[in-house]
């Protein structure tokens, strides 16, 4: 079956960056769209972005400048960058799969267990 | 477009009957999922399309409505649906997502 698997640190330096990677098993990396979202307590659910495995990407704007994604379809991985973070980052990050099955619109039906990062010195 | 959801949070007891609902700023169909995140857990969906029901969910869940107002219902709230549910919009960049209900154990 379809499997995220998150790694990554937990805990990151203000103005340092968040480094995340989600490895996926049980599916090609090929074809679908794959994104990242994070749960802060005060902003409920955010979508930060996504990636195609082309490598095409598609950013939330209030993240895009800080937000890097990247594949690795030899991996079967893709990568969360977050530059110049502060506290404000501090938030559980998930990796998740776009689906859309043909029908014209995307729900996330895969997501890998979520990794609480903490922006911390 | 922005999803409100109401109520932010509830208390409810085992057997009880829960409403949660979601109302967008403008006509989206039915372009909505429902979600539950749960502490430690990967998150599921349960609804998409407004109202079909993912595989392997419990059909005690139901969602229901279009245009501008959804609801997801429980019909017999047990001991592991104690959970965050949110809704997202389906057609949009960037997703889109409301504001949460935390149900919580009365």
């Known amino acids: 079956q379809v499997q995220l698997q998150q790694s990554g640190p937990g805990l990151v330096k203000p103005s340092e960056t968040l480094s995340l990677t989600c490895n996926v098993s049980?599916?090609?990396?090929?074809?679908?769209?794959w994104s990242w979202i994070r749960q802060t307590p005060g902003k409920g659910l955010e979508w930060i972005g996504n990636?195609?495995?082309?490598?095409?990407?598609t950013y939330n704007p209030s993240l895009q400048s800080r937000v890097t994604m990247s594949v690795d379809t030899s991996k079967n991985q893709f990568s969360l960058n977050l530059s110049s973070v502060t506290a404000a980052d501090t938030a559980v990050y998930y990796c998740?799969?776009?689906?859309?099955?043909?029908?014209?619109?995307?729900?996330?039906?895969?997501w890998g267990q979520g990794t609480l990062v903490t922006v911390s010195s | 477009i922005q999803l409100t959801q109401s109520p932010s949070s509830l208390s409810a007891s085992v057997g009880d009957r829960v409403n949660i609902t979601c109302r967008a700023t403008r006509d989206i169909s039915t372009l909505l999922a429902w979600y539950q995140l749960k502490s430690g857990k990967a998150p599921k969906v349960l609804i998409y399309a407004a109202s079909t029901l993912q595989s392997g969910v419990p059909s005690r869940f139901s969602g229901s409505g279009s245009g501008t107002d959804f609801t997801l219902t429980i019909s017999s709230l047990q001991p592991e649906d104690f959970a965050t549910y949110y809704c997202q919009y389906l057609n949009s960049y960037p997703r889109t997502f409301g504001g949460g209900t935390k149900v919580e154990i009365k």
């Open positions: 998740a799969r776009d689906y859309s099955g043909g029908r014209g619109y995307y729900f996330f039906d895969h």
């Open positions: 049980g599916v090609s990396i090929n074809t679908y769209y």
């Open positions: 990636i195609y495995h082309s490598g095409s990407t």
